[in-house]
């Protein structure tokens, strides 16, 4: 890793309201969640101004990165894998 951290935060963003899930899903959802570890859930989010999108591998940030942001810049990549 190039001396990046993975950020205890990700810049906020404007949540949008879910005005779809209904209180039957809510409750079949429940216990669905659960901890991870870096080897179990791969993070890689892409460290570019205003973007902080994630991504699963490094592979898959760097053809974000070519198609999105027109770069092939491999720095500014946060990760807890490497």
Known sequence: MTG???PSVLPP???LQDTTTT???LQAANGLA???NPT???IFICG???????????????FHRK???DSEDDSLIITWNE
């Not at 570019?48 to 760097?62: A, G, I, Q, T, Y």
């Open 48 to 62: 570019f101004e205003s973007c902080d999108r994630l991504f699963p591998s490094r592979d898959r940030v760097m």
């Open 67 to 69: 198609r999105d942001h």
């Open 23 to 25: 209180p039957d899903q």
């Open 40 to 42: 179990e859930t791969p």
């Open 13 to 15: 963003k404007p949540a």
């Open 4 to 6: 990046f951290t993975l």
């Open 34 to 36: 659960r901890v991870t």
